[in-house]
């Protein structure tokens, strides 16, 4: 059953991440509220996320050496979701609907095929594996 009041604790936390969308329905997306998906700052928010995720995805190892890569990848990571610590890894494929609302730990390292259609905040935890 979805909530009937927003969150304000939810609210003050997404205010400091990276990519928010902030709005009066992404206030009640956030705190489990019925909202409309389909205003253009939401749309444009999940435009933004494909194009960031694409990036991410689609890192041309040929071309980057060994080395760099996690570096690459970092870079594009926090470009992408809302906070993330050192030391993280994703493996492509990876698809957030929002990225804004992820906030990853340190350390943490989660295998291909990661799928988020999160629409409250979502936190891993710091060593984690996925």
């Known amino acids: 059953m979805a909530a009937t009041a927003k969150r304000p604790e939810i609210i003050e936390?997404?205010?400091?991440?990276n990519g928010v969308p902030m709005c009066e329905e992404y206030e009640c997306m956030i705190s489990g509220m019925m909202?409309?998906?389909?205003i253009p700052k939401l749309l444009e928010a999940r435009h933004r996320c494909r194009g960031l995720t694409d990036d991410y995805n689609n890192l041309d190892t040929k071309t980057v050496?060994?080395?760099q890569i996690a570096d690459k990848r970092m870079e594009r990571l926090r470009a992408l979701v809302g906070r993330?610590?050192?030391?993280?890894f994703i493996e492509p494929p990876f698809r957030p609907d929002y990225g804004s609302n992820l906030i990853i730990g340190s350390d943490c390292f989660v295998n291909?095929?990661?799928v988020c259609q999160f629409t409250i905040?979502?936190?891993?935890?710091h060593s984690s594996f996925v």
């Open 13 to 17: 936390l997404a205010r400091g991440l």
């Open 35 to 38: 909202y409309n998906p389909n």
């Open 65 to 67: 050496p060994y080395d």
């Open 84 to 88: 993330v610590g050192d030391g993280t």
């Open 112 to 114: 291909w095929g990661w």
């Open 121 to 125: 905040h979502t936190h891993k935890n």
